[in-house]
């Protein structure tokens, strides 16, 4: 059975400083693509970042990178210089038969 | 924009009732994948269609269904509604490879009343 498991319900960090979010999953499938999305208060879910398990490189889309260690099955999301602007919250999916998802942490950005 | 369009954006009904929630994926995207979020919660599978069949069932109730037409938009029906259904109900799309990212519509907010 497939498990996401995010362990921080809520992050605060500083304006310009970088964080990470924790995301562990478990899965019997030798396939798999892990994804973080960010839901903003208005609700629609926005796409970040997309790590496939045969990828050796971890993700980079812009600010944002996932720390994928795959022995130890996690697939973290690091942003950087963060923004007042990322304050939301943010799921951790995976995909193999399902595409499910964490339960999410929410982040909030300090001035 | 996403692609994907969900509709309706609203919907309020009496405990009981029937509704049903529509969702157009993306040109080209074969596979359909629907979730309810709940107050404060996390997005939990219901279902998955891909090319008209379902492919995969999470933890959806007997009074819910769903099914995904020829021209792939996919209908969730959701029938003798209680007030814990009240729920964003989120489809999303996807070419139907694992290495591809799921776009989402903008949900169905509904209120069970």
């Known amino acids: ?111 | 924009d996403s692609g994907v369009t969900q509709t309706p954006k609203h919907l309020i009904t009496a405990t009981g009732q029937r509704v049903t929630l529509r969702c157009s994926p993306r040109s080209g995207d074969l596979s359909v994948y629907w979730y309810q979020q709940s107050l404060d919660q996390g997005l939990q599978f219901l279902i998955h269609y891909y090319n008209g069949e379902e492919r995969a069932k999470g933890n959806i109730l007997e009074r819910f269904s769903a099914q995904q037409f020829p021209d792939l938009h996919s209908e969730l029906n959701l029938s003798s509604l209680e007030l814990g259904d009240s729920a964003l109900y989120f489809c999303a799309s996807t070419l139907g490879h694992q290495n591809t990212e799921a776009f989402f519509g903008q949900g169905t907010r509904l209120t069970v009343v």
């Open chain 1, 1 to 111: 059975a497939q498990k996401i498991t995010q362990t921080q319900p809520g992050m605060f960090v500083q304006e310009k400083e970088a964080v990470t979010l924790d995301c562990t999953y478990d899965t019997s499938d030798q396939s798999y693509g892990l994804f973080w999305y960010k839901q903003p208060s208005s609700g629609e879910m926005i796409f970040l970042i997309y790590q496939g398990s045969y990828d050796e490189q971890n993700a980079t889309e812009g600010r944002y990178s996932l720390n994928f260690q795959k022995a130890r099955k996690s697939a973290n999301l690091v942003i950087s210089a963060s923004q007042l602007g990322d304050s939301a919250m943010y799921f951790c999916a995976m995909r193999g038969g399902k595409l499910i998802f964490g339960q999410g942490t929410e982040l909030s950005v300090k001035p």
